[in-house]
């Protein structure tokens, strides 16, 4: 069982950055793969990117170039470094958690989920 919680959501201007964090429990944290998701209202969720256990990282093209994602094995957290954020960039996100190391942006494919943090930017 593994309990994730984010934290860093606020609202921001556009054009600004924020760096979100997700602290998990459970000593197995380094052999997951970790993924950042997001939700908009009337909208389906949405794969950020995701950085697996080996550390590689892989970014939805919508966020390509101005999201970082980042991990501290030794902290069990996992940062989601966001800057020139836009409008669209308005959403609930959360982190997710899957045994294994590959790129896997399926939301359904993930076995532990945060309750989210809001990220709202405003024009």
């Known amino acids: 069982q593994v309990r994730m919680v984010e934290s860093g959501g606020r609202l921001v201007q556009a054009g600004g950055s924020l760096r979100l964090s997700c602290a998990a429990s459970?000593?197995?944290?380094?052999?997951?793969?970790m993924g950042w998701f997001r939700q908009a209202p009337g909208k389906q969720r949405e794969a950020v990117g995701v950085?697996?256990?080996?550390?590689?990282?892989n970014y939805a093209d919508s966020v390509k170039g101005r999201f970082t994602i980042s991990r501290l094995n030794v902290k069990n957290t996992v940062y989601l470094q966001m800057n020139s954020l836009k409008p669209e960039d308005t959403a609930v996100y959360y982190c997710?958690?899957?045994?294994?190391?590959?790129?896997?942006?399926?939301?359904?494919?993930?076995?532990?989920w945060g309750q989210g943090t809001q990220v709202t930017v405003s024009s």
């Open positions: 950085i697996t256990s080996g550390g590689s990282t």
């Open positions: 997710a958690a899957r045994s294994g190391s590959s790129f896997q942006t399926n939301p359904y494919e993930y076995d532990y």
């Open positions: 459970g000593r197995t944290f380094r052999s997951y793969t």
